[in-house]
């Protein structure tokens, strides 16, 4: 077991940062100006990855601030009712708006998103919205990047980090870049390090590991990368390619390559938080990371091909039949590295 969990706590997870809205289009495989209908759903990679953990199982909470409107009302409700604790929500106090992400579905292959988030609540989560209690209440804890990408959110999310290293809680750190709001790639890198230093487990693209490593190292391979995060302490790194597939490197010197299931897809975005999700599930359960790798890709797969992210995240039975079937017709999926 590469990272151990304090199995005495209530809460498996609370992932922190943004919750928002996603505005899908219904009317896709067309630019968003042509685009005339949408569906809502609720998003933000965080918000995304606590629904695929609740949806797995899991005991999921939250730290993330929301909307005093009915945005707000929509995303505690829905999470609420996907059985997600949601006393670490809290409510903006000067009336900043819900984050807004307008998709664009090109093609099934060519997809984009549009975020709105100027004055986004989620950003303006103080360090007084972090209880210390509630983060030792949990086995681990979900970082993405984005809150790290201004001031107060940053400085709750430290806040946060070290009530986690504090506590033992395990901290999980999702990269997340999403280039709006950042003020420059030096930021990003400095932020991005400071957590990657003290985290236990990292998953990211391979532009996000080289965003984070702006400062100290350029255009490494995978495996200087990897050996370099858990020369920090990191007990897992996982490097994703898109649709070339991702790798797992571990703390005893190991990797683990899988190539993505074939999949029809519909849209390119959302796989990355599916990803999270089933991969962060199964070393929860203690799986081995080969299996946790397959499930994560096969969760990441499933979203692809679906309009949604929080609202089609699939159930363990969901992932197994998946799998299963692609077995049965492509063969084994996995390639040790
Ligand atoms: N076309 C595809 N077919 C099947 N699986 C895919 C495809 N594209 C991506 N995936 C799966 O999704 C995983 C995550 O995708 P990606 O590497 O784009 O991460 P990401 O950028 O974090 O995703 P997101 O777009 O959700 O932010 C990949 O490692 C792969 O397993
Ligand atoms: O992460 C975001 O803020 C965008 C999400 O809302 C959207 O669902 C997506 O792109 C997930 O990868």
């Given at each position: 077991?590469?990272?151990e969990?304090?199995?005495?706590?209530?809460?498996?997870?609370?992932?922190?940062?943004?919750?928002?809205?996603?505005?899908?289009?219904?009317?896709?495989?067309?630019s968003?100006?042509?685009?005339?209908?949408?569906?809502?759903?609720?998003?933000?990679s965080?918000?995304?990855i606590?629904?695929?953990?609740?949806?797995?199982?899991?005991?999921?909470?939250?730290?993330?601030?929301?909307?005093?409107?009915?945005f707000?009302?929509?995303?505690?409700?829905?999470?609420?009712?996907?059985?997600?604790?949601?006393?670490?929500?809290?409510?903006?106090?000067?009336?900043?708006?819900?984050?807004?992400?307008?998709?664009?579905?090109?093609?099934?292959?060519q997809?984009?998103?549009?975020?709105?988030?100027?004055?986004?609540?989620?950003?303006?989560?103080?360090?007084?919205?972090?209880?210390?209690?509630?983060?030792?209440?949990?086995k681990?804890?979900?970082?993405?990047?984005?809150?790290?990408?201004?001031?107060?959110?940053?400085?709750?999310?430290?806040?946060?980090?070290e009530?986690?290293?504090k506590?033992?809680?395990?901290?999980?750190?999702?990269?997340?870049?999403?280039?709006?709001?950042?003020?420059?790639?030096?930021?990003?890198?400095?932020?991005?390090?400071?957590?990657?230093?003290?985290?236990?487990l990292?998953?990211?693209?391979?532009?996000?590991?080289?965003?984070?490593?702006?400062?100290?190292?350029?255009?490494?391979?995978?495996?200087?990368?990897?050996?370099?995060?858990?020369?920090?302490?990191?007990?897992?790194v996982?490097?994703?390619?898109?649709?070339?597939?991702?790798?797992?490197?571990?703390c005893?010197?190991?990797?683990?390559?899988?190539?993505?299931?074939?999949?029809?897809?519909?849209?390119?975005f959302?796989?990355?938080?599916?990803?999270?999700?089933?991969?962060?599930?199964?070393?929860?359960?203690?799986?081995?990371?080969?299996?946790?790798?397959?499930?994560?890709?096969?969760?990441?797969?499933?979203?692809?091909?679906?309009?949604?992210?929080?609202?089609?995240?699939?159930?363990?039975?969901?992932?197994?039949?998946?799998?299963?079937?692609e077995k049965?017709?492509?063969?084994?999926?996995?390639?040790r590295?």
């Amino acid at each position: 077991m590469y990272i151990e969990f304090d199995q005495s706590r209530p809460l498996d997870v609370i992932p922190i940062g943004r919750a928002t809205v996603d505005l899908n289009p219904v009317d896709y495989n067309r630019s968003l100006e042509e685009s005339t209908t949408f569906k809502k759903y609720v998003g933000g990679s965080p918000a995304n990855i606590a629904v695929g953990l609740a949806r797995l199982g899991k005991k999921v909470g939250f730290i993330g601030m929301v909307s005093d409107d009915r945005f707000g009302d929509y995303v505690t409700h829905y999470f609420a009712n996907e059985g997600i604790d949601t006393s670490g929500i809290c409510r903006a106090k000067h009336g900043e708006k819900m984050g807004l992400t307008f998709t664009e579905i090109l093609s099934p292959t060519q997809s984009s998103i549009l975020m709105y988030r100027n004055q986004a609540a989620d950003l303006m989560l103080t360090t007084d919205d972090v209880s210390e209690d509630y983060i030792a209440s949990a086995k681990a804890v979900v970082i993405s990047g984005t809150a790290l990408s201004q001031s107060p959110s940053r400085e709750a999310v430290l806040k946060a980090l070290e009530y986690a290293k504090k506590n033992k809680t395990v901290v999980i750190f999702d990269i997340d870049y999403r280039p709006y709001n950042w003020k420059s790639n030096d930021e990003m890198a400095i932020y991005y390090s400071l957590v990657g230093r003290q985290s236990d487990l990292i998953l990211g693209s391979r532009e996000e590991f080289d965003l984070m490593e702006g400062l100290i190292a350029r255009g490494s391979s995978d495996q200087e990368t990897a050996a370099r995060w858990i020369g920090y302490g990191n007990r897992i790194v996982i490097i994703k390619h898109g649709k070339e597939g991702s790798t797992a490197y571990t703390c005893d010197g190991q990797s683990f390559a899988i190539k993505p299931f074939p999949v029809k897809s519909l849209k390119g975005f959302g796989g990355g938080d599916g990803y999270a999700s089933a991969f962060i599930y199964s070393i929860l359960e203690g799986k081995p990371v080969i299996e946790a790798l397959e499930f994560g890709s096969a969760s990441a797969a499933m979203l692809i091909a679906s309009h949604a992210c929080s609202a089609d995240m699939p159930s363990v039975e969901a992932i197994e039949a998946f799998i299963k079937a692609e077995k049965e017709e492509y063969g084994e999926m996995i390639a040790r590295g």
